[in-house]
DNA sequence: ATGGTTGTAACAAGAGAAGTTACAACTAAA
DNA sequence: TTTAGTTGTAACTTCTCTTGTTACAACCAT
């Protein structure tokens, strides 16, 4: 089981817009070029990251810009805009409470699985777009 | 997205066997009454944390046991053996070269993917069943 | 008004998860 | 040697999600 690619969809966008938005049109036309999908599912992506408030689009006259710096936009920002589950795990949802483990293992297992996530997330937290920027425009 | 019910369920099972396996045979009929699945699925998770020498499955006569003590077995050990993807994210494929961000967008997150995953993995290697059994015996 | 966009709906194909039935193969014990 | 309980698997179904696609109304600077 992995992620779907809207993550790193969802990145290269922000990246090819961070780099492009001042010199032309970011067009959802341009980035599928760019990411080599369909046009659609960049602008479905361009919606979630626009419900986050991450970018901005200009609808009918077209284009899409960074709502916020490059330095406060991070990895998670964008995986929770294109992620929308809650929770990384999914529970098996009715063990039996009869049996002793069955009674307790989601009271067991929920702190667990949430420090699990949470060393994720810190880890997302810790990268912003400005510096994958930086690091692309090094290796150009 | 989420990972499958696969790793909470073998975690439950490795928690059954570890708490029953001297008091009585536990068969995937029990583990299955306990989880609330289908024996077969039951077995099937059974098979997966077998190769992985985990557990030791008596066949004919019936039985699971753990393979090695409790304390040397962790939910990394339980999570890679059912669940089979190398990388944690689906990277989109063919991002097109001739665009510069197309052309370095990999190497400039695949060691971030990679980061992320490790925070992951070291969270999951720290907690072992012998702790889990711990706490669930408390809790009863 | 026009042309290039965006936003969405609708649909299809494919993969994977989860559940189920069925049955051959195995093994201890009667 | 038979039997009963069990494991290992195959086959199939149902669901859900992902990804790709076409189509088209709505939008808006020029």
Redesign the interface.
């Known amino acids: ?5 809207r ?3 969802a ?2 966008i922000l ?2 817009i961070a ?1 492009f938005q001042d010199e032309r049109k970011v067009t959802s036309n341009f980035l599928a ?5 369909n046009p659609v599912i960049v602008r479905n992506i361009l919606g979630s990251l626009s419900s986050a408030k991450i970018v901005e689009i200009r609808s009918g006259v077209g284009g899409a810009f960074l709502a916020r710096p490059s330095e406060e936009i991070t ?1 998670l920002d964008i995986f929770k805009a294109v ?1 929308k ?1 809650e ?10 409470p009869e ?7 989601h ?3 929920d702190d ?1 699985i949430e ?3 949470s ?2 997330e ?3 937290r810790d ?1 912003t777009l400005s510096r ?1 920027l930086d ?2 425009k090094e ?2």
């Open positions: 089981m992995q992620f779907s690619s993550f790193t969809i990145t290269h990246l090819c780099m070029g760019s990411i080599n999908v990895l992620e589950e929770s990384l795990f999914h529970f098996h949802e009715n063990p039996n049996c002793p483990i069955g009674r307790t293992i009271s067991v297992m667990k420090t699990i996530q060393a994720m810190g880890e997302m990268i994958l690091e692309a290796k150009m």
